[in-house]
């Protein structure tokens, strides 16, 4: 048994024990009036700590666990072996005042229990406590209280006790854990990772993480912050002081770390962050898994308990590459498409919707937190957690899920270009600047009003390519559409020349940017077999997605994304069908020029959310003529669209020919599918069309096997520019074709002679934009067409065709 120390210091005779036991209690019975009376009158303060906090003003701290309850008429649940501390080993003046100033950089060098000379030294910092006590099995010792919300205590033991801390407030006492009796709950090798920019599973290192640690239950709270004076966790479990809960700095990693014994799921945080210039930030966790619903900026501690049901999913998504596989994808506005659904509430309906109109995938616009919902999500601020605004992390898992087992892909919109400079959240985050680059002609982004990301600092790298492995890990995201890649990739991006200076090779290329993302697109792709990377980018920038290590003219190797975003494609074929149909004649290179550069990337046709707001109008509003002609000329464009060799992405509402700009205040005019209207039936039937778009290019590999190979595509009349027509081939593995003919006039173009291959004997019309079900004029062509020994257009054989007005029709060898 532990031997009871004596007020003397030294150990008692077992003679005296029982004397000096009694002798022991009545002193820490008035040792502990006289401190709580003193210590209140000194310290107690005269408001609380959140009403002084400006943390506290970003959410409402939870009410004070209260005091663990004592049996009736027995006092304090303790034992009722105390003893005073021989003498108080105070902190000296220089650590004192650094832990009051939040600037103490190993507080568990200091706080918790030591040996020293003469024994053990406890000591502990409690603002606002009356008393402190230490608690060693049956072992009960009041500590002094040194002023400012410091207790210290020397007892002569041999060895430092596992122990906790019995805390008296004016009205309760608490008994707890030490925070700084733990060792770091981080290992080694996580923080070698973290020190070389390679810990792939960052997030779990770093933020809140619920754990138990030395058998104790609580939470572990990590943070990067090399410039940090000091660093502490202030929340609703501290009342949002930080004073009493320092971090610790763990060597030269820039990672502070603090485990609270007690800390559970669920609980508010953020850190308050003592800068170099001794000022103090409280900043929300970088890494955090879970937000405060915004306006509310605080972090939240989580713990997923999902348990996933898309195993199968899971298991054959990699089985076909998706450039060589049908893809054909509806973006999504998660806020908007049934404004004041929840993601569970979503999961009802979204899933059931995008499968009965045939898409594969679903791309939702960003989820990773922001504060302005009117930034779409473009601007993020947590990089780690879906927005709170629909539901928990959870909850967004549960949408994943359901769309997964409905047989729908999920790809994500992620921004890595840039971050918004609110205070509370990266921008200088510990005081200087850390995530963005310190040269202000690299930091500010020009457009935006946002701050870019140093693509050449190893830990901001990690940070970026960590959460690009984290969405698809943890949230079994399919891929992910990369936004704003072109403003990464030019130092020169929206600047003037006095504005940007040229890289180490004197051109213009952000040679940090390339490293970075071919960094993340082989990371992304080495763990996470079956995702697809998607690039929107606007140039003409070499390789995009060529493997990062084929190196092309350039020399700097393929940037590894599976897809791109053919942003040449979708200007040009808009304009061209702004136009009215007699000026057509004179842009029709506008829409066969993109065969000219078809297979020199893996591309998606775009028709997003940026073409159909801000002033752009509609996609049926785009086009020229009155109603009808609208209409005629949408599905004319749509069926195009899905026959033209690429990818397809429609932008909500633009599948029923919504006539309005999209807001994100009330989301698409879903009324205009209701029957009770007059004009549902016209917006239903280019619903329909879509539908089987879908399903007739599921169904026919010619129109998306060999879509990065020329051997996938043939012209058959590409210059018909006085007639607006346009006529191709698309071919699968064996050679089997589909026709595709668009006629962009407003008359019947009858017995339309068009060149085709002598080995089919019979066509059949599989789809018609102008069919009656479309909202169409019916025009249309018998079955089957049967084709003449005519030569026609270079080939051996020709089929006389109806062509509808502002039309297209697709045929198959019957």
Same mark, same amino acid.
């Given at each position: ?249 763990? $060597? ?156 729908? $892909? ?75 890649? &072109? ?192 004009? &549902? ?30 051997? $996938? ?70 079955? @089957?067409?049967? @084709? ?27």
């Amino acid at each position: 048994m532990t031997p009871r120390p004596s007020s003397s210091g030294s150990e008692p005779k077992k003679k005296a024990a029982k004397k000096t036991t009694k002798t022991t209690k009545n002193t820490a019975k008035k040792a502990t009036r006289k401190t709580a009376a003193g210590t209140a009158a000194k310290t107690t303060p005269k408001q609380s700590p959140a009403a002084k906090n400006p943390a506290a003003k970003t959410a409402e701290a939870p009410p004070r666990k209260p005091a663990k309850e004592a049996a009736p008429g027995r006092g304090p649940a303790v034992s009722p072996e105390v003893a005073v501390a021989a003498s108080s080993p105070s902190l000296d003046a220089a650590d004192r005042e650094r832990l009051l100033a939040g600037a103490h950089h190993d507080p568990h060098s200091v706080l918790g229990a030591h040996r020293v000379p003469g024994g053990v030294a406890f000591r502990a910092f409690r603002p606002y406590a009356l008393a402190v006590s230490v608690r060693s099995g049956d072992l009960r010792i009041e500590l002094h209280d040194d002023g400012d919300g410091f207790f210290s205590g020397l007892v002569p033991l041999r060895e430092v006790p596992s122990h906790r801390l019995l805390v008296t407030y004016e009205g309760s006492v608490q008994e707890v854990e030490d925070p700084y009796r733990f060792l770091p709950a981080l290992g080694d090798l996580d923080l070698h990772l973290i020190a070389e920019g390679r810990h792939e599973q960052l997030w779990q290192a770093l933020g809140a993480h619920p754990t138990v640690h030395e058998g104790v239950t609580g939470t572990r709270f990590a943070v990067w912050a090399p410039n940090a004076r000091g660093v502490r966790v202030a929340g609703g479990f501290n009342f949002w002081d930080g004073t009493g809960h320092p971090m610790r700095s763990l $060597g030269s990693t820039g990672v502070w770390e603090l485990f609270l014994p007690g800390v559970g799921a669920g609980e508010l945080y953020k850190f308050e962050i003592t800068r170099p210039d001794g000022s103090r930030t409280f900043r929300a966790d970088p890494l955090a898994r879970r937000t405060e619903v915004p306006p509310a900026t605080s972090s939240v501690v989580h713990v997923s308990e999902y348990t996933w049901g898309d195993a199968e999913w899971l298991a054959r998504r990699a089985d076909r590459p998706a450039h060589e596989a049908p893809l054909s994808v509806y973006e999504v506005h998660l806020p908007s498409w049934r404004p004041g659904l929840t993601y569970r509430e979503l999961a009802e309906q979204l899933p059931a919707y995008v499968a009965d109109l045939g898409f594969t995938h679903v791309e939702l616009m960003p989820v990773a937190e922001h504060p302005f919902g009117g930034s779409w999500g473009y601007q993020v601020t947590g990089f780690y957690a879906p927005t709170a605004r629909l539901g928990d992390p959870d909850d967004f898992r549960y949408l994943v899920d359901r769309l997964h087992r409905a047989g729908i $892909g999920v790809l994500m919109d992620w921004v890595p270009a840039h971050f918004p400079r609110d205070d509370w959240a990266l921008a200088e985050f510990d005081g200087r600047p850390l995530y963005e680059h310190s040269d202000p002609q690299r930091a500010a982004h020009p457009d935006w009003g946002t701050l870019e990301f140093d693509f050449g600092r190893r830990e901001v790298r990690n940070f970026l390519v960590a959460n690009a492995v984290y969405w698809c890990e943890e949230f079994h995201i399919d891929g992910l559409r990369v936004d704003a890649v &072109a403003s990464m990739l030019y130092l020169d991006y929206s600047r003037e020349a006095d504005q940007w200076t040229p890289n180490e090779r004197g051109g213009r290329e952000n040679l940090d940017a390339v490293a970075f993302l071919q960094e993340m697109n082989a990371t992304v792709y080495r763990r996470v077999p079956g995702v697809v990377t998607v690039a929107e980018e606007s140039t003409a920038w070499d390789g995009v997605t060529r493997a990062t290590h084929h190196e092309g003219p350039s020399g700097f190797g393929g940037l590894g994304f599976g897809l791109k975003w053919n942003m040449g494609w979708m200007h040009d074929s808009l304009e061209y069908m702004s136009h009215e149909p007699v000026h057509r004649r004179y842009h029709h290179g506008e829409m066969t020029f993109s065969m000219v550069y078809a297979y020199s990337e893996n591309y998606v046709l775009p028709i997003s959310h940026d073409e159909v707001v801000h002033g752009k109008k509609s996609l049926v509003s785009k086009m020229p003529g009155d109603w009808w002609q609208q209409r005629a000329n949408e599905r004319a464009y749509l069926a195009f669209m899905w026959a033209h060799p690429g990818k397809q992405l429609l932008f909500m509402g633009q599948e029923f020919a919504q006539g309005a700009e999209w807001s994100e205040a009330h989301g698409p005019d879903w009324w205009l599918l209701d029957p009770q209207y007059g004009a &549902a039936p016209d917006h239903r039937g280019v619903r329909d069309l879509v539908r089987d778009l879908n399903g007739v290019y599921r169904d026919t590999p010619a129109l998306w096997q060999r879509d990065t190979h020329p051997s $996938g595509f043939s012209w058959v009349v590409g210059d018909a520019a006085e007639d607006n027509v346009l006529a191709f081939l698309r071919l699968d593995a064996d050679g089997t074709p589909l026709l595709a003919v668009s006629n962009f006039a407003p008359v019947v173009r009858s017995d339309y002679r068009l060149g085709v291959p002598a080995d089919v004997p019979a066509w059949h019309e599989v789809l018609n934009t102008d069919a009656a079900r479309y909202g169409g004029g019916d025009a249309g062509n018998p079955d @089957p067409v049967k @084709p003449e020994p005519q030569g026609w257009h270079g080939r051996p054989a020709s089929i006389r065709l109806t062509l509808p007005p502002l039309a297209t029709v697709w045929l198959r060898p019957a």
